[in-house]
């Protein structure tokens, strides 16, 4: 553990559209905030990448405009802590040089590995240790697939790493891993370590090679190097913790781990996670080989949890499609002046009256089933409908969805803490509650990754004995006050549930052949 100097903790989270640095007090206040917006690219064969040099100089770029927001940052900086998006695939060489872009966990193109792969005797052996269901956006997927279609590019590799930890590398020196990504990839939840039946289930068994060691970021630092000090502005040797991924580190900072037990926890964010905080050994894997398994940093305690690939990238769409349409006829409209309406929209709406199914991403669905091919759809329309009908509907399914993923971690929450930037929408919280039949709680933590980031650094350099310390000062005073389910909505979302799920199960043939088409006709 780190001797404590100084009054500052600085959480770095690098996420699919932001990278941000925020710097909070000891005892959790945020003090002030640093962004660039990620840049990454897609193609029509699905890939979705980004430059791992450009994501280091946008990071560094966010530490140093925190300096100059600051007052003697670097001087009074006690430590700092790193989380990031999750899954996907950064490869570097034996040098800690990129030896290609950066695959997100927006890629598809490890879509037909899953398809061979899923439901196989080899698949459900790999879940019941890993606790994860397989699907593209992970590193194992993807591998699995460069191997197949870019072998080169393996065998140059060194090492593979996830956004975070490519951070750290930069940071401090160090190649390592959290124990979060590295169990529910190639690991082994209740032992937080690499199991080699896994590696042997993917034929990934001479990639063991690549993996880093695995790094609890509450236990140890490393200091800032020479490099990193000089182009960040901060003191060489300020200790660094690498936190887990973004979604645990959210979680953890959005309360899902509190005095209160049986909560849940949501993140509204450009995905959508569903989860609650659950002793390893009461953790419930479904008949479906689905979720995930995140460690959490508290001992013996994970996060189970059901994803959806978009939530608030369905909201974005939306507003996109209506602002490019805007445009056409040289009315200019930006993101934040729809996104100011999008509450009046709903409440324009009437519930219930279309359903949505909320899979706009080019890699289809993860939580609570696995479909590559998944695409969202409305269904119901007339022409009696309008935008704001839509709008709801796609709020609506956004709740539904999360009614689903909840359905196949358990039982239902006794509440539901809500964090992410469309949760400090009331009509979004009304409607998610009431989808869900469940009282929810918004988070006051604008920067929840961050915060959970920078509580691992704080118990790691002895600011704090442990996280439950933390999570009081850090946590509970930010939970807003329970907001029950609306009784009128709850019936509506509970006649139409079923239908909902009846629509998604009958539209997953059709998906498949639009997949077909698609790759027969380029």
């Not at 770095?12 to 559209?17: F, L, P, Q, V």
């Not at 590019?153 to 951070?167: F, S, T």
């Not at 009315?331 to 706009?360: C, F, N």
């Amino acid at each position: 553990m780190a001797e404590c100097h100084g009054d500052i903790l600085i959480g770095i989270d690098a996420g699919t559209s932001v990278i941000k640095s925020i710097a909070f007090d000891l005892a959790g206040r945020q003090i002030a905030t640093a962004s660039v917006a990620n840049r990454f690219v897609t193609r029509p064969d699905g890939a979705a990448v980004q430059s791992m040099d450009d994501t280091w100089t946008d990071c560094a770029r966010t530490l140093r405009e925190l300096g100059g927001k600051v007052e003697l940052l670097a001087e009074r900086t006690a430590a700092l802590a790193v989380t990031g998006q999750g899954d996907g695939t950064w490869l570097i060489d034996r040098d800690n040089q990129p030896v290609a872009e950066a695959w997100l966990w927006l890629d598809a193109r490890a879509a037909p590995v899953v398809e061979r792969f899923r439901g196989t005797e080899a698949d459900r052996e790999r879940f019941q240790i890993t606790g994860a269901g397989f699907n593209a956006c992970q590193m194992g997927a993807q591998l699995a697939h460069m191997k197949e279609t870019m072998p080169e590019a393996v065998m140059a590799a060194d090492a593979a790493l996830h956004c975070k930890d490519w951070l750290y590398l930069n940071l401090t020196g160090v190649r390592a891993t959290g124990p979060c990504e590295a169990v529910f990839t190639f690991g082994d939840f209740r032992t937080r370590a690499y199991d080699d039946r896994v590696l042997e289930a993917l034929d990934l068994t001479p990639e063991r090679r690549l993996l880093p060691e695995i790094l609890d970021g509450s236990q140890h630092t490393h200091g800032l190097g020479d490099s990193a000090a000089a182009v960040t502005g901060l003191r060489r040797g300020t200790p660094v913790a690498l936190g887990y991924l973004d979604v645990p580190c959210t979680a953890l900072g959005g309360g899902i781990y509190t005095s209160a037990s049986g909560a849940g926890c949501t993140i509204i964010g450009s995905t959508g996670m569903h989860m609650r905080a659950t002793p390893e050994s009461a953790v419930h894997l479904n008949d479906d080989l689905t979720g995930y398994v995140m460690c959490l940093p508290v001992q013996g305690m994970v996060a189970q949890c059901q994803s959806n690939m978009a939530a608030a990238l369905n909201i974005d769409w939306l507003l996109d499609l209506a602002g490019s349409l805007l445009g056409e006829f040289g009315h200019a409209g930006t993101r934040s002046d729809m996104i100011a309406r999008i509450d009046d929209w709903v409440e324009a709406g009437k519930p219930g009256r279309v359903l949505y199914h909320p899979y706009i991403s080019e890699a289809g669905e993860r939580g609570p089933f696995v479909d590559p091919a998944a695409r969202a759809a409305f269904v119901g329309l007339s022409t009696g409908h309008r935008f704001p009908d839509l709008m709801r509907a796609v709020i609506e399914g956004l709740g539904l969805a999360g009614r689903d993923c909840y359905g196949a971690i358990g039982d239902l929450p006794t509440e539901i803490r809500l964090t992410g930037g469309a949760a400090r929408s009331d009509t979004l919280r009304r409607i998610f509650s009431a989808a869900v039949g469940v009282p929810v709680r918004r988070s006051f933590r604008d920067e929840a990754g961050a915060a959970g980031a920078a509580m691992m650094a704080a118990v790691a350099i002895g600011a704090y004995p442990d996280i439950e310390a933390c999570i009081a000062d850090w946590v509970t005073p930010c939970l807003g006050a329970i907001e029950s389910p609306d009784p009128a909505l709850t019936g509506i979302y509970g006649d139409i549930y079923p239908t909902y799920r009846a629509a998604q199960e009958r539209l997953a043939p059709i998906w498949a052949a639009l997949s077909e088409s698609s790759r027969r006709h380029g």
